[in-house]
């Protein structure tokens, strides 16, 4: 008897997900592990229509054979790279708990434009480090910039218009 996979298609649609993984060991002898509803339903109706169709041929099972003995499969992952070179471009720094959280990480290079010429800053654990002297905050590069009061964080672009950080 012919199988119509659209009659079976429509019923499986129907089904929960624990009446899909009940089919689904029914029809493949075996515990369903999958979850999602979709991919099971695909799963029951290929296995019916091969069921209905046949399996594979001779010649094709064995071609299959062939071509997965002549597979290169990597048994081991491959492991982390032995460059020295990798290993110095990357700096790793501890992370303290007590860190400003409106304030860039130490590390990070701010940088602006100021009546035409580039003012870089680098964070610091503590402090601001700015052409080679340290500032305690932000606001005290502004000044030295400047020449006049600013709030490092509105200079800098670090505050947005809503006075959020």
């Known amino acids: 008897m012919r199988l119509s996979v659209a009659r079976v298609a429509a019923r499986l649609r129907?089904?929960?997900?624990p009446e899909l993984r009940e089919k689904?060991?029914?029809?493949?002898?075996?515990?369903c592990r999958l979850r999602h509803k979709d991919f099971i339903r695909k799963q029951i109706l290929w296995r019916l229509q091969a069921n209905g169709d046949g399996d594979l041929s001779e010649r094709a099972r064995r071609r299959a054979q062939e071509l997965a003995d002549d597979a290169d499969l990597r048994l081991v992952p491959p492991s982390a790279?032995?460059?020295?070179?990798?290993?110095?471009?990357?700096?790793?720094?501890?992370f303290t708990a007590g860190h400003d959280q409106a304030m860039p990480l130490p590390g990070t290079i701010l940088t602006r434009k100021y009546k035409g010429r580039t003012v870089q800053v680098m964070v610091l654990d503590k402090g601001f480090d700015?052409?080679?002297?340290?500032?305690?905050?932000?606001t005290a590069v502004?000044?030295?910039?400047?020449?006049?009061?600013?709030n490092g964080l509105a200079f800098f672009g670090l505050?947005?218009?809503?006075g959020k950080y």
């Open 142 to 150: 502004a000044e030295a910039v400047t020449g006049t009061h600013w």
């Open 81 to 94: 790279p032995r460059d020295s070179a990798a290993r110095t471009r990357t700096i790793i720094r501890e």
């Open 159 to 162: 505050r947005d218009n809503g």
């Open 130 to 138: 700015y052409e080679g002297r340290v500032y305690r905050s932000l």
């Open 24 to 31: 689904y060991q029914e029809v493949f002898g075996e515990e």
């Open 14 to 17: 129907d089904m929960t997900v």
